[in-house]
């Protein structure tokens, strides 16, 4: 957007920049889907700030996400403006879960978090891979303890994890849905959420050919814009997007001529394509036309190009 200038209008002038008003300031952020330039008219003068503020945020649509890659930059939709933070390091640590046993004992487990989500004040829950076992969701109850506590396990391996309705739901890469219901623990013994039971709500009946050995498959769990849990169906007015660390449903018509209904931009920045990587033919991240089935890049401007095989994930600022 570049930068904006304000300032004061001449006294021969009756009007200027800071008289702008309400209704027309809130044309011009409606026209501003990065976050940055947001932050840029806010900054702008303090006329703008209180129209912003008071006009505009309680129906102003979210800001479009930002491409993170792992190497801590940040490129905004829709024109790939450059965004650097500076974050510690992390660490490849491992986490502890405390889980019950049958016989009232106890043993701890070691496990890396691979999704989280804040479902309240009360409940975090996150998809976890255990070092030499399959996935599994564990909770914990911030504030009151330091360790994760996990319930039941299926054996299975999840490819993505939503909180829907009250209950948490997992997808096996065959399609599976499954539901999890945690339990809120209690305050006289400390201890704290658990998954308590899990039920398989979807089973895809078994393919009748075999996927081919070039084809990656991935299933993603998004919250849609009117509250439905989607997986796959039309998708009429909203746009997806999609990577494994974090989802959202947005629609299009909220951000102008920048995004098309019934679309998907998806990131891959699984731990499967690190260990095995993406097949060559088949791009890592890109927009699929859901009408169409047809797959092209993201657009971010005429100045930087999204490689198919660049490995990122969404962030929503």
């Not at 974050?87 to 989280?116: E, Y």
Request: glycine content about 6%; hydrophobic content about 35%; proline content about 6%.
């Amino acid at each position: 957007m570049g930068a904006w200038l304000c300032k004061a209008s001449p006294a021969s002038s009756p009007l200027g920049w800071p008289s702008l008003l309400p209704e027309l300031a809130d044309l011009v952020l409606r026209r501003l889907p990065s976050l940055a330039d947001r932050v840029r008219f806010a900054s702008a003068c303090r006329h703008w700030r209180h129209a912003m503020k008071q006009y505009s945020l309680p129906s102003l649509p979210r800001p479009l996400p930002w491409l993170n890659f792992s190497d801590g930059r940040f490129r905004s939709l829709p024109d790939g403006e450059l965004h650097s933070f500076q974050f510690r390091k992390p660490t490849d640590t491992l986490c502890m879960a405390h889980t019950a046993g049958v016989r009232s004992s106890s043993r701890s487990t070691d496990f890396r978090i691979r999704k989280v989500i804040i479902c309240s004040r009360d409940l975090v829950v996150a998809k976890v891979n255990y070092q030499h076992g399959p996935c599994a969701v564990v909770c914990c109850r911030p504030g009151t303890s330091s360790s994760w506590s996990t319930g039941l396990c299926n054996g299975l391996w999840y490819q993505d994890m939503a909180f829907y309705g009250g209950k948490i739901y997992t997808v096996t890469i065959e399609g599976d849905l499954f539901a999890h219901e945690v339990s809120n623990g209690t305050a006289d013994t400390e201890e704290g959420p658990a998954v308590s039971r899990v039920e398989r709500v979807i089973q895809v009946a078994a393919a009748t050919t075999t996927t081919p050995a070039n084809c990656a498959t991935r299933c993603y769990l998004v919250i849609s814009c009117t509250g439905k849990l989607l997986m796959v169906e039309s998708l009429g007015d909203e746009v997806l997007f999609v990577s494994s660390s974090c989802s959202r449903a947005v629609a299009a018509s909220s951000h102008g001529d920048y995004l098309q209904g019934n679309r998907i931009y998806f990131l891959d920045d699984s731990i499967a394509s690190w260990f095995f990587g993406t097949p060559s033919n088949q791009p890592a991240c890109g927009v699929y036309d859901v009408s169409s089935s047809t797959i092209h890049p993201i657009p971010l401007g005429q100045q930087w190009h999204l490689s198919s095989q660049s490995k990122a994930s969404w962030f929503f600022p």
